[in-house]
């Protein structure tokens, strides 16, 4: 595709409850970053991956969060036991190479997640 | 700690003016800058990028300076319209990891 998707775009659960939030990046880009962004908070590194690996996880907030990618591919955010704390947007962006701000990152719109 | 700060209060600004919005860091020393445009339900979209030994950067209407003795960022707008309405994002490069600021909210006035 043109730019980075994510989905869904919005996701209701109970309290407890497991999700699994998709992001496909750019076609080529091999960087790709989580974030998640409270209500009127900024952005909120959770973990980037170059390839299919993770040299930095150091963001993900508990052991309830995990994240994997396919390749150079599609990623999988997935919140286990939701609280509502983790109520937020949860963005993902790529990048063609990674390495931190020497590479643009594009951003997807992001998934809306609703804990009850 | 390290910390980021963007004007916490929204900005409001008459048309035609220039507007300009400050990011300031503590504690950091990054070697590169990054402004983000960021509307309602979307993503950030990134608007222009300064190292470390640049004190200027223009893109048409936008102007970033980047002092690093006063550990500061300006983000100017010229000649401002309403569709320049959002929110401005600051990042910072440490080690890799990118830290972006809580934002400013800006409301162009016509």
């Known amino acids: 595709g043109a730019g980075v998707s994510q989905s869904p775009s919005n996701k209701v659960t109970e309290k407890g409850k497991d999700v699994e939030l998709r992001c496909d990046p750019i076609?080529?880009?091999?960087?790709l970053y989580w974030y998640r962004q409270r209500l009127g908070q900024g952005l909120e590194f959770l973990i980037y991956?170059?390839?299919?690996?993770?040299?930095?996880k150091s963001g993900l907030p508990s052991d309830r969060f995990s994240a994997e990618r396919t390749g150079e591919s599609v990623s999988t955010l997935t919140i286990q036991r939701t609280q509502q704390e983790d109520s937020a947007v949860y963005l993902c962006a790529s990048s063609f190479e990674g390495g931190g701000l020497t590479d643009t990152q594009y951003f997807g719109p992001g998934t809306r997640l609703t804990v009850l | 700690s390290q910390k980021i700060e963007q004007n916490s209060e929204a900005l409001n600004i008459q048309e035609g003016k220039t507007a300009t919005l400050t990011c300031n860091y503590t504690?950091?020393?990054?070697?590169?800058l990054q402004w983000y445009r960021q509307d309602p339900g979307r993503g950030p979209v990134f608007l222009l990028l300064i190292r470390e030994n640049e004190k200027e950067k223009r893109k048409e209407r936008l102007k970033v300076t980047f002092d690093t003795t006063l550990k500061q960022s300006l983000f100017h707008i010229t000649a401002s319209q309403p569709a320049d309405s959002a929110t401005y994002l600051c990042?910072?490069?440490?080690?890799?990891?990118?830290?972006f600021g809580k934002g400013t909210r800006l409301h162009i006035l016509p």
């Open positions: 990042a910072l490069d440490i080690d890799d990891k990118i830290i």
């Open positions: 991956f170059q390839g299919n690996s993770a040299p930095d």
């Open positions: 504690n950091y020393s990054p070697a590169y």
């Open positions: 076609s080529g880009h091999t960087a």
